[in-house]
């Protein structure tokens, strides 16, 4: 019987080395590292904007854990339907949105995303098939579970999404979402970032058994549960879940084990004010980088050169700033927005 | 029953294989579709014209089934997720509220999920405190959501056409006591659900009385006993009570200078207060004849024992007895 710890997984001492990447092509994996350090470099960025002041509302910040994301998001397409949390900036750049409507929407301008009425915690870009984030733990999942029913009916082949937390298991919605989306057969795949905090507090004292894939095998939805800094096993795990929902087999569940490197939410580390949080495993859990193991795992096959890191990491650098720039100039949405954007009927032109 | 004769319940029913029959993007979902038990006469069969993938029976998950309703409506589908009891869709709040509700206005009106939330009233037969709430004015207190609440065999067929087919999340709540109220009903003609409005049912000249759903019905019937005693009744029926057009009303009662409202809940914050809040903000004070009246339920939780049951909810003779007090027929 599996005891259901999540072993070596959580053990910030292990799992350091260099990802394996033998058997996989450069460009995509060229791709995903890019796409890990743009999140990392725009999360820099908010944290530094709202420790200045800048930033008016909270940032919920995911460095450290850009491997999730990006490794899932490499086996989805436009047409899917993702929906995420309140640390969701991960989410919405790896399906290809714009970096400058995330900054903007973050800054509450009218050019953002959600058109500056959502803020970091309520993005949106059903085009790129991000169909939306909200703050409410696990508020999503079900809506997740839906547009996979959807997907079922309307028969493309479409998965739904559902990105949560390892707290977000503990919310009673999301026990009825499993039994719902494997008795409607619905193609979604849950995918839980098991960070091992739910704000300020270790799943060891909120939960009896830190693998919350349990409640997969208890709903008889196939899970795998994989280190969640390796973008290699993200994506790999990712493409069997989805292709069976894809093929109409049903739901997955996939738990990637990572580490957020700042607090819950802001610029801040937040030892001082978790429990069970020690600066000791913060230091430990940086050295299980998904960004420098991808980035060491490449260049011993030969397939990246570590002087091209520094070159990689200068464009984006400039990226960033340019998109952080344009945002800051953009105008707010006008004051009639208040009572306009209430109703969809009422159209997006007001 | 002939073809075009129906009761509410059919109507409700008529509605049904009128949206799943033209429009492929509707599915209906929640606990007993596929049982006579929980729905009246108003779903017979739909699983097995239309199919079961249509007319989905669930678990016992009204979060879940009404968040995934949310899902799929911003997925482009048009669902309709039933709840057989009021009481028990509280469990589902937070998808109603927090997300089906507040969506377009986070997203900045780019995309919102066109759903309809079917929630009945089904009260009375000694069930008491958690099978029996008419919850509505909690709903019309929330911006984003459309509530409607049908009184009439026609409103029941053509508003719930109207609510599924409107781009905005409803809620749409039927009555188990108006089921058998018969009516003729015309082919059905689709309308804009955001044109609807409260309708005066039944011209008068001395007295407003406002209602919706069950309430509308004891409020003609009062109004029947009423014209017997000389007193003309002017009853207007809310139909959609968010958001609330009072321009009707307010012009009633510049025209009759009393005021009566009726409404099958609680009093505090409640249905009743707004209505009347509503028209004295914007009636001259010379306008009323007397203070404005409410009729609400007691301000306690359903009873089960049928002698404080049939206390607890009003009756037409409650009504009339009201509007005496205000045409000062009775000191």
């Known amino acids: 019987m599996i005891d259901w710890s999540l072993g070596h997984l959580a053990d910030p001492a292990q799992n350091h080395q260099a990802i394996d990447v033998t058997g996989q092509e450069a460009a995509p994996l060229l791709v995903q590292l890019r796409m890990m350090l743009l999140i990392r470099l725009a999360e820099r960025c908010l944290a530094g904007g709202r420790r200045d002041g800048l930033i008016g509302g909270p940032v919920h910040l995911g460095v450290g854990q850009e491997a999730v994301a990006v490794g899932v998001a490499a086996e989805l397409r436009k047409t899917d339907r993702v929906f995420g949390g309140h640390r969701s900036h991960s989410h919405v750049l790896s399906m290809g949105s714009s970096l400058h409507g995330l900054f903007a929407e973050i800054l509450g301008k009218d050019t953002g995303l959600s058109r500056g009425m959502g803020g970091s915690m309520h993005l949106w870009d059903q085009p790129n098939g991000f169909y939306g984030s909200v703050p409410i733990v696990s508020g999503t999942v079900p809506l997740a579970v839906g547009a996979a029913l959807a997907a079922k009916m309307q028969g493309g082949g479409d998965v739904g999404v559902a990105y949560l937390g390892d707290g977000a298991m503990e919310e009673g919605v999301v026990h009825e979402s499993l039994n719902l989306a494997r008795m409607l057969k619905a193609p979604a795949l849950f995918v839980v970032e098991n960070n091992l905090f739910a704000s300020h507090m270790h799943i060891s004292l909120r939960q009896p058994k830190e693998a919350t894939a349990r409640f997969a095998a208890a709903n008889d939805i196939p899970y795998e549960i994989i280190d969640g800094n390796d973008v290699v096993q993200v994506r790999t795990a990712a493409a069997r879940l989805i292709s069976r929902a894809r093929a109409g087999e049903g739901p997955g569940f996939l738990e990637a084990v990572t580490y957020r490197w700042y607090g819950h939410v802001d610029w801040r580390e937040d030892i001082d004010v978790g429990v069970n949080r020690s600066s000791v495993d913060v230091d430990a859990w940086r050295k299980r980088d998904p960004i420098a193991r991808l980035v060491a795992g490449m260049n011993a096959k030969g397939l990246f050169d570590t002087k091209r890191l520094a070159e990689m990491e200068a464009e984006i650098v400039v990226e960033v700033a340019e998109a952080w720039k344009l945002a800051q100039a953009d105008a707010y949405p006008p004051l009639t927005a208040l009572t306009s954007r209430v109703f969809a009927s009422s159209g997006v032109k007001q | ?331």
Request: aromatic share 6%; proline share 7%; hydrophobic share 45%.
């Open chain 2, 1 to 331: 029953m002939s073809r075009n004769r129906h009761n509410y319940g059919t109507a409700l029913l008529a509605a049904f294989e009128y949206l799943l029959e033209k429009y492929p993007e509707v599915f209906v979902i929640g606990q007993g579709l596929w049982s006579p038990w929980y729905v009246g006469n108003s779903m017979t069969d739909l699983d097995k014209k239309f199919g079961a993938h249509r007319v989905i029976d669930t678990p016992v998950s009204e979060s879940a089934c009404t968040g995934a309703a949310v899902g799929a409506a911003l997925a482009g589908m048009k669902p309709v997720v039933v709840h057989p009891r009021m009481d028990f869709m509280l469990y589902a709040m937070d998808a109603v509220v927090n997300q089906a509700a507040k969506w377009s206005h986070m997203v900045g009106g780019q995309a919102g999920p066109g759903l309809t939330i079917r929630s009945i009233i089904n009260r009375g037969g000694e069930q008491g405190a958690q099978h029996s709430q008419a919850l509505h004015a909690w709903f019309a207190h929330v911006p984003g959501l459309r509530v409607v609440m049908p009184a009439t065999v026609a409103d029941a067929r053509d508003l719930l056409i109207a609510s599924v087919l409107c781009p905005d999340p409803v809620l749409f709540i039927d009555d188990r006591w108006l089921y058998d109220l018969e009516a003729d009903l015309p082919p059905v003609v689709e309308r804009s659900l955001t044109l609807e409005r409260p309708r005066i049912v039944r011209p008068g000249l001395d007295v407003t009385i406002v209602a919706s759903s069950y309430s509308t019905k004891l409020a003609l019937e009062a109004a029947d006993l009423l014209q017997q005693k000389g007193i003309s009744a002017e009853v207007i029926d809310l139909r959609v009570i968010n958001p609330l057009d009072s321009t009707d009303i307010v012009n009633s009662v510049e025209r009759t200078g009393r005021l009566l409202v009726v409404d099958g809940s609680w009093s505090p914050c409640g249905l009743a207060g707004e209505v009347i809040a509503s028209v004295v903000e914007r009636v001259a004070p010379t306008t009323l004849k007397k203070s404005p009246a409410r009729i609400t339920l007691p301000f306690a939780p359903a009873p089960t024992a049928l002698v404080l049951e049939q206390a607890y909810y009003p009756t037409s003779a409650m009504l009339v007895s009201q509007v005496e007090k205000l045409m000062d027929k009775v000191c």
